[in-house]
């Protein structure tokens, strides 16, 4: 049995350009001085992802890096049959802003969501966060959803 799961195709792409490139343009925009605020940081982050699935035991794991994160900081969604995993970051306010000399780590709103197999019920989803990885299994499908033969008469 194949699964058709919902992938973002060009998060990839944007992230080879925000990992690769943009540190040579100051934060993707060539006329940004990199001390500016980058707009990097303004758009949505999209964490990082393993989706895992087990044939035998019948289930899926989501692994999410969130680093830095507590399990209160994400929300986590299930409506029209996709899972979106959400929360927000925050700078540190330990530091002022003009003080950095380098400044890598992001902040901002971010958002992963992923189409959950027909016939997946809420109390199916199971969710659990340790050391900035949040792990969410769920079956693969669901007995209602097994695929039935027909036989013509």
């Known amino acids: 049995m ?25 934060g993707g925009h060539p006329q940004r ?21 087990d044939a035998e035991k019948n289930m899926v794991t989501a692994s999410f ?3 830095g994160l507590k399990k209160d900081q994400v929300n986590i969604n299930v409506h029209n049959g996709r899972l979106t995993i959400s929360g927000e970051t925050k700078e540190s306010e330990e530091h002022d802003k003009g ?5 890598e780590r992001r902040c901002g709103n971010f958002s992963r969501t992923l189409q959950l197999p027909a016939g997946v019920k809420d109390d199916q989803i199971k969710a659990i966060m340790e050391d ?18 027909i036989t013509v008469s």
Do not use: C, Q
Request: hydrophobic fraction near 40%.
């Open 132 to 149: 900035g990885i949040l792990v969410v299994t769920f079956p693969k499908s669901s007995p209602e959803a097994a695929a039935k033969k």
């Open 65 to 67: 890096e969130l680093p």
């Open 33 to 53: 001085h990199p001390t500016e605020e980058s707009a990097v940081t303004l758009r949505n982050l999209k964490p990082r992802m393993n989706l895992h699935e």
């Open 99 to 103: 003080g950095y000399a380098i400044r």
């Open 2 to 26: 194949s699964s058709i799961w919902f992938y973002e195709p060009f998060y990839d792409f944007e992230r080879f350009f925000d990992d690769h490139l943009a540190p040579h343009w100051g």
